[in-house]
């Protein structure tokens, strides 16, 4: 689609621009302190991450969230879980319910971004008015600053730093149509996708045959909305 047909007003070229940077913001910068907090708590415990899910294993299949993304948790490949598919809720799940010994305040901001999260997954426009962008932004700046204290490492501190001002700088009309057709695709679809995964998840030997079918009939109502140059940009946070 040719950006030269669409105009914004100014107020509402600078809410979607609000949206952009903060759903850039959860998924980058804020992605990267919950993946170092997870980590360090790890390891510093004496274990690696796969062999301390695998000790979990049932407390984190009684949760909504274990059950749907089970196969991120747990891959069947004999590799591990490859933390490049974790999304937010993931890391909540882990850091605030599963992991014993992360403190109150961590766990307080973890609430925050998953909340933030949710909030711009499900907004009927990307779209976010000053005062919503301020308050979803400082507790997110609040996350990531102490994130970086407790993490202590210079080279995790400046990817952080040139993170955030990337993000800062100004959008092109062309970045923000596609958060608008990400969001599209989210907001329209998380729930479908969430009931097809915890469906699968429980599929029996017998039911694959149907499963594989209505796999295809969802692949074909995605690419009916969509166009499929835009489907290969889209990623969750």
């Known amino acids: 689609m040719s950006d030269a047909g669409i ?3 100014v107020k509402e070229q600078k809410e979607r621009e609000n949206f952009t940077q903060l759903l850039f913001t959860v998924q980058g910068p804020c992605t990267w302190c919950l993946e170092k907090t997870l980590l360090k708590y790890v390891l510093d ?59 109150k305040t961590q766990k307080h901001d973890i609430e925050c971004v998953k909340e933030i999260r949710n909030k711009l997954c499900h907004l009927p426009n990307p779209k976010l008015n000053e005062d ?15 994130t970086v204290k407790f993490i202590s490492d210079e080279a995790f501190e ?17 970045v ?3 958060v608008h057709t990400v969001h599209r695709f989210y907001q329209g679809e998380t729930t479908l996708m969430e009931e097809v995964h915890a469906t699968v998840n429980h599929v029996s030997i017998n039911q694959i045959p149907e499963m594989k079918n ?19 940009q889209m990623r969750a946070p």
């Open 132 to 146: 919503e962008f301020k308050l979803y932004h400082r507790q997110i700046t609040t996350f990531i600053d102490e």
């Open 214 to 232: 209505m796999f295809l009939e969802v692949k074909e109502l995605l690419f009916s909305r969509f166009p499929r140059n835009e489907l290969k």
């Open 7 to 9: 105009k914004f007003d």
């Open 176 to 178: 923000s149509n596609i």
């Open 45 to 103: 415990s004496g274990t690696t991450l796969d062999i301390f899910l695998q000790s979990r294993k049932q407390d984190i299949l009684l949760s909504r969230v274990g059950r749907q993304r089970k196969v991120d948790f747990f891959p069947q490949n004999g590799i591990g879980t490859d933390l490049e598919t974790w999304d937010v809720q993931m890391y909540w799940l882990i850091l605030t319910n599963i992991l014993q010994n992360v403190t």
């Open 158 to 174: 400046t990817k952080v730093k040139c993170g955030l001002k990337e993000i800062a700088t100004p959008l092109q009309q062309t």
